[in-house]
Protein backbone atom coordinates (compact mmCIF):
# COMPACT_ATOMS: atom_id res chain seq x y z
CA UNK A 1 0.00 0.00 0.00
CA UNK A 2 1.57 3.25 -0.72
CA UNK A 3 0.03 5.06 2.12
CA UNK A 4 1.45 2.61 4.44
CA UNK A 5 4.98 3.03 2.97
CA UNK A 6 4.65 6.88 3.15
CA UNK A 7 3.26 6.64 6.50
CA UNK A 8 6.66 4.37 7.53
CA UNK A 9 9.21 6.53 5.47
CA UNK A 10 7.58 9.99 7.48
CA UNK A 11 7.87 7.98 10.89
CA UNK A 12 11.62 7.30 9.66
CA UNK A 13 12.21 11.27 9.42
CA UNK A 14 10.45 11.70 12.42
CA UNK A 15 12.80 9.70 14.23
CA UNK A 16 16.15 10.55 12.30
CA UNK A 17 15.21 14.23 12.93
CA UNK A 18 15.04 13.86 16.42
CA UNK A 19 18.28 11.66 17.01
CA UNK A 20 20.26 13.58 15.03
CA UNK A 21 18.86 17.07 15.53
CA UNK A 22 19.90 16.11 19.55
CA UNK A 23 22.85 14.66 18.84
CA UNK A 24 24.30 18.06 16.85
CA UNK A 25 22.86 20.42 18.69
CA UNK A 26 24.36 18.53 21.96
CA UNK A 27 27.80 18.24 20.50
CA UNK A 28 27.93 21.75 19.57
CA UNK A 29 26.51 23.31 23.06
CA UNK A 30 29.52 21.11 24.59
CA UNK A 31 32.20 22.30 22.69
CA UNK A 32 31.10 26.38 23.50
CA UNK A 33 30.77 25.02 27.04
CA UNK A 34 33.86 23.41 27.11
CA UNK A 35 35.64 26.30 25.60
CA UNK A 36 33.65 28.79 28.39
CA UNK A 37 34.62 26.73 31.30
CA UNK A 38 38.21 25.13 30.03
CA UNK A 39 39.76 27.79 28.05
CA UNK A 40 37.87 30.71 29.01
CA UNK A 41 41.17 32.72 26.78
CA UNK A 42 39.27 31.54 23.61
CA UNK A 43 36.07 32.50 24.06
CA UNK A 44 34.17 34.96 22.54
CA UNK A 45 31.05 37.15 22.55
CA UNK A 46 29.83 35.24 19.41
CA UNK A 47 29.70 31.78 21.53
CA UNK A 48 27.06 33.37 23.84
CA UNK A 49 25.03 33.47 20.53
CA UNK A 50 25.80 29.74 19.48
CA UNK A 51 24.60 28.41 22.84
CA UNK A 52 21.35 30.45 22.74
CA UNK A 53 20.46 28.92 19.35
CA UNK A 54 21.55 25.37 20.16
CA UNK A 55 19.00 25.87 23.61
CA UNK A 56 16.83 27.12 21.08
CA UNK A 57 16.86 24.29 18.28
CA UNK A 58 16.28 21.37 21.02
CA UNK A 59 13.42 22.92 22.28
CA UNK A 60 12.01 23.30 18.48
CA UNK A 61 12.56 19.92 17.81
CA UNK A 62 11.48 18.46 21.09
CA UNK A 63 8.04 20.04 21.01
CA UNK A 64 7.22 19.68 17.65
CA UNK A 65 8.53 16.02 16.68
CA UNK A 66 7.85 14.39 19.21
CA UNK A 67 3.92 14.72 19.32
CA UNK A 68 4.32 14.54 15.19
CA UNK A 69 6.34 11.07 15.64
CA UNK A 70 3.54 10.24 18.76
CA UNK A 71 0.32 11.33 15.80
CA UNK A 72 2.61 8.85 13.61
CA UNK A 73 1.99 5.65 15.37
CA UNK A 74 -1.45 6.29 15.82
CA UNK A 75 -1.35 7.22 19.51
CA UNK A 76 -4.80 9.14 20.04
CA UNK A 77 -5.11 11.77 22.84
CA UNK A 78 -1.78 12.50 24.15
CA UNK A 79 -2.17 15.39 24.59
CA UNK A 80 -4.97 17.43 26.43
CA UNK A 81 -5.90 20.89 26.79
CA UNK A 82 -3.14 21.97 28.71
CA UNK A 83 -0.41 19.68 26.69
CA UNK A 84 -1.81 21.43 23.82
CA UNK A 85 -1.47 24.97 25.24
CA UNK A 86 2.07 24.46 26.83
CA UNK A 87 3.23 22.21 23.22
CA UNK A 88 2.24 24.57 20.65
CA UNK A 89 3.05 27.94 22.92
CA UNK A 90 6.51 26.39 23.74
CA UNK A 91 7.00 25.63 19.93
CA UNK A 92 5.94 28.82 18.95
CA UNK A 93 8.01 30.85 21.15
CA UNK A 94 11.36 28.47 20.29
CA UNK A 95 10.07 28.86 16.32
CA UNK A 96 10.33 32.76 16.86
CA UNK A 97 13.20 32.80 18.97
CA UNK A 98 15.31 30.71 16.66
CA UNK A 99 14.36 33.62 13.54
CA UNK A 100 15.46 36.41 15.88
CA UNK A 101 19.09 34.47 16.92
CA UNK A 102 19.75 34.03 13.60
CA UNK A 103 19.00 37.69 12.82
CA UNK A 104 21.12 38.61 15.73
CA UNK A 105 23.81 35.91 14.37
CA UNK A 106 24.03 37.50 11.42
CA UNK A 107 23.88 41.42 12.16
CA UNK A 108 27.04 40.38 14.95
CA UNK A 109 29.38 39.22 12.23
CA UNK A 110 28.52 41.69 9.87
CA UNK A 111 29.35 44.42 12.19
CA UNK A 112 32.32 42.11 13.55
CA UNK A 113 33.40 42.00 10.16
CA UNK A 114 33.26 45.70 9.21
CA UNK A 115 36.41 48.37 8.15
CA UNK A 116 37.32 50.36 10.97
CA UNK A 117 36.18 53.59 8.97
CA UNK A 118 32.80 52.34 8.71
CA UNK A 119 29.50 53.59 9.91
CA UNK A 120 28.90 51.00 11.76
CA UNK A 121 33.00 50.46 13.80
CA UNK A 122 31.26 52.55 16.59
CA UNK A 123 28.84 49.85 17.43
CA UNK A 124 31.88 47.00 17.97
CA UNK A 125 32.84 47.85 21.22
CA UNK A 126 28.86 47.55 22.30
CA UNK A 127 28.23 44.38 20.34
CA UNK A 128 29.16 42.10 23.83
CA UNK A 129 26.90 44.49 25.78
CA UNK A 130 24.02 43.86 23.98
CA UNK A 131 23.99 40.36 23.95
CA UNK A 132 21.97 39.75 27.08
CA UNK A 133 19.53 42.44 26.50
CA UNK A 134 18.44 41.20 23.24
CA UNK A 135 17.66 37.63 24.58
CA UNK A 136 15.65 39.05 27.13
CA UNK A 137 13.91 40.88 24.75
CA UNK A 138 13.13 38.78 21.98
CA UNK A 139 11.60 35.64 25.31
CA UNK A 140 9.23 38.51 26.53
CA UNK A 141 8.16 39.75 22.98
CA UNK A 142 7.61 36.18 21.43
CA UNK A 143 6.16 34.99 24.34
CA UNK A 144 3.73 38.71 24.48
CA UNK A 145 3.13 37.43 20.60
CA UNK A 146 2.10 34.07 21.60
CA UNK A 147 0.14 34.48 24.47
CA UNK A 148 -3.13 34.46 22.01
CA UNK A 149 -1.99 30.45 21.42
CA UNK A 150 -3.31 29.78 25.55
CA UNK A 151 -6.58 31.09 24.97
CA UNK A 152 -7.53 30.15 21.46
CA UNK A 153 -5.55 26.50 21.31
CA UNK A 154 -7.92 23.23 22.69
CA UNK A 155 -7.45 19.58 22.33
CA UNK A 156 -8.68 18.16 19.45
CA UNK A 157 -11.34 15.39 20.38
CA UNK A 158 -12.97 15.03 16.46
CA UNK A 159 -9.99 13.74 14.71
CA UNK A 160 -12.23 14.42 11.51
CA UNK A 161 -11.63 18.11 11.27
CA UNK A 162 -13.06 20.55 8.67
CA UNK A 163 -12.58 23.81 8.15
CA UNK A 164 -10.44 26.47 8.24
CA UNK A 165 -7.99 27.24 10.80
CA UNK A 166 -4.79 25.73 12.56
CA UNK A 167 -5.62 22.02 13.60
CA UNK A 168 -3.29 18.92 14.09
CA UNK A 169 -4.13 15.12 15.14
CA UNK A 170 -4.15 16.49 19.48
CA UNK A 171 -4.84 20.55 19.13
CA UNK A 172 -6.74 22.28 16.90
CA UNK A 173 -8.01 26.18 17.10
CA UNK A 174 -11.29 27.58 19.29
CA UNK A 175 -13.30 28.44 16.14
CA UNK A 176 -15.18 31.35 17.89
CA UNK A 177 -11.80 32.77 19.04
CA UNK A 178 -9.81 32.53 15.31
CA UNK A 179 -12.75 34.36 13.76
CA UNK A 180 -12.04 37.81 16.05
CA UNK A 181 -8.62 37.43 16.67
CA UNK A 182 -6.64 35.62 13.36
CA UNK A 183 -6.12 38.25 11.29
CA UNK A 184 -4.30 40.28 14.09
CA UNK A 185 -2.47 37.56 15.23
CA UNK A 186 -1.08 36.55 12.09
CA UNK A 187 -0.55 40.40 10.98
CA UNK A 188 1.94 41.12 14.44
CA UNK A 189 3.44 37.19 13.42
CA UNK A 190 4.25 38.47 9.34
CA UNK A 191 5.72 42.12 11.12
CA UNK A 192 8.28 40.25 13.41
CA UNK A 193 9.33 38.09 10.91
CA UNK A 194 9.67 40.70 8.11
CA UNK A 195 11.84 42.75 10.20
CA UNK A 196 14.00 39.91 11.72
CA UNK A 197 14.25 38.69 7.73
CA UNK A 198 15.19 41.84 6.28
CA UNK A 199 17.62 42.48 9.08
CA UNK A 200 18.93 38.90 7.89
CA UNK A 201 18.96 39.94 4.36
CA UNK A 202 20.74 43.78 5.01
CA UNK A 203 23.47 41.91 7.03
CA UNK A 204 23.63 39.26 4.61
CA UNK A 205 24.06 41.78 1.79
CA UNK A 206 26.81 43.69 3.48
CA UNK A 207 29.11 40.63 4.18
CA UNK A 208 28.79 39.24 1.13
CA UNK A 209 29.62 43.05 -0.56
CA UNK A 210 32.66 42.80 1.74
CA UNK A 211 33.90 39.48 1.09
CA UNK A 212 33.80 40.75 -2.43
CA UNK A 213 35.96 43.79 -1.96
CA UNK A 214 38.60 41.50 0.20
CA UNK A 215 38.60 38.78 -2.77
CA UNK A 216 39.68 41.35 -5.13
CA UNK A 217 42.22 43.18 -3.36
CA UNK A 218 43.50 39.85 -2.22
CA UNK A 219 43.70 38.86 -5.86
CA UNK A 220 45.18 42.19 -6.38
CA UNK A 221 48.42 41.67 -3.65
CA UNK A 222 48.67 37.86 -4.55
CA UNK A 223 48.81 35.11 -7.36
CA UNK A 224 45.63 33.25 -6.91
CA UNK A 225 47.44 30.25 -6.91
CA UNK A 226 49.61 31.18 -4.02
CA UNK A 227 46.49 33.38 -1.80
CA UNK A 228 47.07 32.31 1.66
CA UNK A 229 44.37 30.52 3.71
CA UNK A 230 40.90 32.94 4.68
CA UNK A 231 41.14 34.15 8.22
CA UNK A 232 38.46 32.99 10.66
CA UNK A 233 36.69 35.75 10.74
CA UNK A 234 36.24 34.87 6.77
CA UNK A 235 36.03 31.49 7.47
CA UNK A 236 33.26 32.53 10.21
CA UNK A 237 31.28 34.58 7.75
CA UNK A 238 31.38 32.19 5.23
CA UNK A 239 29.31 29.77 7.78
CA UNK A 240 26.72 32.33 8.69
CA UNK A 241 26.05 33.27 5.51
CA UNK A 242 25.25 29.72 4.56
CA UNK A 243 23.66 29.83 8.18
CA UNK A 244 21.10 32.18 7.09
CA UNK A 245 20.45 30.82 3.35
CA UNK A 246 19.39 27.79 5.23
CA UNK A 247 17.23 29.53 7.55
CA UNK A 248 15.51 31.56 4.53
CA UNK A 249 14.67 28.95 2.35
CA UNK A 250 13.18 26.31 4.79
CA UNK A 251 11.58 29.32 6.59
CA UNK A 252 9.63 30.74 2.99
CA UNK A 253 9.05 26.63 2.53
CA UNK A 254 7.48 26.32 5.90
CA UNK A 255 5.01 29.25 5.64
CA UNK A 256 4.14 28.67 2.13
CA UNK A 257 2.68 24.92 3.18
CA UNK A 258 1.55 26.48 6.53
CA UNK A 259 -0.62 29.00 4.65
CA UNK A 260 -1.80 26.85 2.28
CA UNK A 261 -2.89 24.09 5.31
CA UNK A 262 -4.39 27.12 7.29
CA UNK A 263 -7.45 28.65 4.76
CA UNK A 264 -7.36 24.82 3.29
CA UNK A 265 -10.70 23.43 4.14
CA UNK A 266 -10.11 19.63 4.19
CA UNK A 267 -7.02 18.92 6.30
CA UNK A 268 -4.42 16.57 4.86
CA UNK A 269 -2.78 14.91 7.54
CA UNK A 270 0.47 13.68 5.52
CA UNK A 271 0.89 16.81 4.15
CA UNK A 272 0.93 18.25 7.66
CA UNK A 273 3.65 16.00 8.48
CA UNK A 274 5.55 16.69 5.81
CA UNK A 275 5.44 20.23 6.62
CA UNK A 276 6.59 18.92 10.47
CA UNK A 277 10.26 17.36 8.30
CA UNK A 278 10.79 20.96 6.75
CA UNK A 279 10.00 23.14 9.58
CA UNK A 280 12.18 20.91 11.70
CA UNK A 281 15.14 20.90 9.27
CA UNK A 282 16.91 24.17 10.00
CA UNK A 283 17.16 23.46 14.07
CA UNK A 284 18.59 20.14 12.82
CA UNK A 285 21.10 21.16 9.98
CA UNK A 286 21.95 24.17 12.31
CA UNK A 287 24.96 22.74 14.60
CA UNK A 288 26.89 20.87 11.48
CA UNK A 289 27.04 24.02 9.32
CA UNK A 290 27.85 25.91 12.72
CA UNK A 291 30.58 23.12 13.27
CA UNK A 292 31.59 22.71 9.73
CA UNK A 293 35.23 24.21 10.40
CA UNK A 294 35.60 23.73 13.95
CA UNK A 295 39.17 21.67 14.52
CA UNK A 296 37.99 19.60 16.94
CA UNK A 297 35.05 18.38 15.25
CA UNK A 298 37.51 17.85 12.23
CA UNK A 299 40.21 16.08 14.11
CA UNK A 300 37.78 13.46 15.52
CA UNK A 301 36.01 13.48 11.70
CA UNK A 302 39.73 12.77 10.31
CA UNK A 303 40.49 10.00 13.16
CA UNK A 304 37.25 8.33 12.58
CA UNK A 305 37.80 8.20 8.28
CA UNK A 306 41.65 7.34 9.26
CA UNK A 307 40.22 4.05 11.37
CA UNK A 308 37.84 3.15 8.56
CA UNK A 309 40.61 3.06 6.26
CA UNK A 310 42.87 0.90 8.25
CA UNK A 311 40.05 -1.70 9.08
CA UNK A 312 39.56 -1.72 5.73
CA UNK A 313 42.71 -2.29 4.64
CA UNK A 314 43.19 -5.36 7.22
CA UNK A 315 39.60 -6.65 6.14
CA UNK A 316 41.20 -6.73 2.56
CA UNK A 317 44.04 -8.68 3.70
CA UNK A 318 42.59 -11.44 5.50
Sequence with gaps: ??????????????????????MGNSVLFKLKMCTFITRSHLKKPIDVIFIHLTLVNVLTIMFKLI???????GVRHFLDDVGCKATLFTHRVTRGLSICTTALLSAYQAITISPVHSKWAWLKLKLSTCIYPSFLF?????????IHIIKTVVANLNFTIVGSGYSTLYCQTNQLEHHYYSMAFLSVILIRDLLFVSLMAWSSLYMVTLLYKHRRRA????????????????????????????FVFFYFSDNFITLYLFYRHEKNWRLKRMNGIISSCYPVICPFVLMKNNKIVSKCISSISKMRMTFSRRTVKR
Excluded at 1 to 22: H, V
Excluded at 222 to 232: F, I, K, M, N, W
Design 138 to 146: FWVINMLIY
Design 219 to 246: LHIHSPTLSPRPSPEIQATHIILLLVSC
Design 67 to 73: PDVMSSF
Design 1 to 22: NILELIDAILEFFFISQICIGL
